[in-house]
């Protein structure tokens, strides 16, 4: 063989290792690239996975903050539908009391005009005088334990919301 050919071949050997090389090369840049976007896709899926459980934990804890305004709304207007009749039957004993008062002191003002005699006006009067600090004592009695009893079932509904609150939001979120 001559030296111009064992040149060529070891051109061509030469050639070849490195076409061999080059390729190995962009075969390995390829597969460093395809194993580099897996892990990157990877990556992304496990990233929006705990974007998606984030959010719907936020929603949830809205839902929940939703619901729990609405109870202290609903809370809020039944305390105000007690109170508002609880009020109406006050006032109606306290009108029912004053009318029987203004009906008592009718009738003793007539039985007084009627009297024969002043002692009998005098006696009149003063069972009358007695009678009435007698009812008033009891109506405002009466009336101060409704009203107490009252204000207990309109804070009813609130005092249960407000230990609900406690209990749900006094505890550390899991």
């Not at 111009?4 to 190995?24: I, L, P, Y």
């Not at 959010?55 to 109170?83: C, D, H, P």
């Not at 002692?119 to 101060?144: F, G, N, P, W």
């Amino acid at each position: 063989m001559s030296g111009r050919m064992r040149a060529a071949d070891t051109v061509a050997a030469v050639g070849e290792a490195a076409a061999t090389n080059a390729q190995k090369g962009i075969d390995q840049t390829v597969a460093t690239l395809k194993d580099g976007m897996a892990q990157a896709a990877a990556g992304f899926e496990k990233t929006q996975a705990k974007v998606k459980e984030g959010w719907e934990k936020a929603m949830r804890t809205a839902e929940e903050y939703v619901q729990f305004g609405q109870g202290n709304y609903e809370a809020f207007l039944q305390s105000g539908q007690i109170w508002a009749a609880g009020v109406q039957d006050l006032s109606r004993q306290v009108a029912a009391s004053a009318q029987s008062s203004v009906e008592e002191s009718v009738a003793t003002f007539r039985a007084v005009a009627a009297a024969r005699s002043v002692r009998e006006a005098i006696e009149l009067q003063s069972s009358y005088v007695r009678s009435a600090v007698e009812k008033t004592v009891a109506d405002s009695s009466r009336i101060a334990d409704a009203s107490v009893k009252l204000f207990e079932q309109a804070l009813a509904p609130l005092t249960a919301r407000m230990a609900l609150a406690v209990e749900k939001f006094a505890k550390p979120a899991v």
